[in-house]
């Protein structure tokens, strides 16, 4: 017999997008290119050498994808600001692209549908990576100047702003992996680049405390990773502590505590000194925040023994695969390790949580009958929710849950391959199909139930 279950009262429901990975129009309206479109536009970077030209068509469509939104019952939505939309050389304002968010505001604001800013979701804009990108402490005070500009223009329509968008990717699939853009491949330098954006976080947060209406809400996006020892060998449960820190605690512990842990200082030694780490960098970084999003897909196992793929930013401690179903992305599906993370993170950083992504790759296609089938997806969605109302039983303080994605979108180095959406896009002529997954989540919604 299967029991329905609530989720709290006054529980935030909500689904996001990026910018890149949906709007296209990369030319449009004085829009200069980002590192993504260089990145992606450089030959073997990206499956299929696909771009985000024209993704999703969004700059376009969004009237239509917003009423998608209402269509499926939609309270929240999170997308975020392409910084060389509004500010082409990262530094001037450029009217027609912050216009084309004040009307997508406005147009959630209309439908009754709360929008959750994100300044940064990885598209630098490429003048500014051209002077150093991340690895350049003077975009910490451009990113300042982006963000008060936003606050600014648009924070009379904007109850939440997040800053950074998982910081983790930038810093090292960006600068030590090479598999994001800018395409760097330093493990040294993605410490450097893991406190730029620490430091740009922290300063922003600040500076938009003195211009957002008092009630809005501030936070940052992590992609908190549960890292697993693949046995309890005391080697493998240091890398795994190593994994941790380099991964989690080089952005929780300065952000909630304004300090770096000894052990990532101490486990990095060989590599940075961290004299990049200034007087009173500490204290900005460690701004009061609201909430703390969390993105979480999949937990990650590692072993001190050489010889599989490195984890990112360290050879330390390397990847091992875990006994867990996988999805077509290679993650390990284990609901647990979300309840563990949330359980875990709530209790360490005192702060009201939010799932701010969740959710699971497929190859779903249109079928005959003009549906989407995805219950590889319905099933994913359930068991995390359980798992999300397994850690408001154990004491996590959950406050809301957004799923990844609104539609189908430009993956990354992936491509168009990998499809996230509870709605289907045909990239051929745009068309959008709402997938099972999508009236599944419309009803959890609706009851506030699993
Ligand atoms: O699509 C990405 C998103 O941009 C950031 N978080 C992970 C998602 C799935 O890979």
Redesign the pocket.
């Known amino acids: 017999m299967s029991t329905t279950r609530s989720f709290p009262e006054g529980f935030v429901w909500g689904v996001g997008t990026?910018s890149y990975?949906i709007e296209g129009a990369v030319a449009e309206d004085g829009r200069r290119p980002s590192i993504w479109d260089t990145f992606s536009h450089t030959p073997g970077k990206i499956a299929h050498g696909d771009t985000g030209d024209v993704a999703c068509d969004h700059y376009h469509r969004w009237v239509d994808d917003l009423d998608l939104l209402v269509a499926m019952g939609i309270p929240s939505y999170r997308f975020s600001i392409a910084w060389p939309r509004v500010m082409p050389d990262g530094r001037t304002i450029n009217q027609p692209g912050m216009d084309f968010y004040k009307r997508l505001l406005d147009g959630l604001l209309e439908r009754r549908i709360a929008p959750v800013v994100t300044l940064y979701?990885w598209d630098l804009p490429q003048d500014l990576e051209d002077r150093g990108g991340w690895r350049d402490r003077e975009t910490v005070e451009l990113f300042t100047e982006y963000a008060v500009a936003m606050g600014k223009e648009i924070g009379d329509r904007v109850p939440v702003v997040t800053t950074l968008?998982?910081p983790w990717c930038t810093a090292y699939l960006g600068h030590a992996t090479g598999e994001h853009a800018p395409g760097l491949t330093d493990n040294a330098l993605a410490y450097e680049v893991a406190h730029h954006l620490n430091l740009a976080h922290g300063r922003a947060v600040t500076a938009l405390r003195g211009i957002l209406p008092a009630e809005a809400q501030l936070s940052v996006t992590l992609?908190l990773q549960e890292v697993l020892p693949a046995t309890d060998r005391a080697e493998d449960v240091a890398a795994a502590a190593h994994a941790e820190a380099i991964s989690n605690r080089i952005f929780l512990d300065p952000m909630l505590r304004g300090s770096y842990p000894v052990e990532l200082i101490d486990s990095t030694a060989h590599l940075t000194d961290w004299s990049f780490v200034r007087d009173g960098d500490l204290a900005e970084v460690s701004a009061p925040l609201d909430f703390l999003g969390v993105?979480y897909?999949s937990p990650g196992m590692v072993t001190a023994t050489p010889g599989s793929t490195p984890w990112p930013g360290t050879d330390r401690a390397w990847r091992h695969d875990m006994d867990a179903p996988q999805t077509i992305m290679g993650w390990a599906i284990q609901p647990s390790a979300l309840t563990d993370l949330l359980v875990r993170t709530h209790r360490e950083s005192g702060l009201p949580l939010v799932v701010t992504?969740n959710g699971i790759a497929g190859h779903d296609a249109v079928g005959a009958d003009g549906a989407v089938h995805d219950t590889h997806r319905i099933d994913y969605l359930r068991d995390h929710l359980a798992a999300v109302l397994d850690a408001v039983e154990q004491g996590a303080d959950v406050r809301g849950y957004f799923g990844?994605?609104l539609l189908d979108n430009f993956?990354?180095a992936w491509g168009y391959d990998k499809r996230?959406g509870l709605v289907h896009v045909d990239f051929d002529d745009q068309t959008r199909t709402p997938k099972d997954s999508a009236r599944w989540f419309s009803g959890i919604i609706e009851c506030n139930e699993l």
Do not use: K, L, S
Request: no cysteine; hydrophobic share 30%.
């Open positions: 990026a990975q979701h968008n998982e992609n993105n897909y992504e990844w994605t993956e990354w996230f």
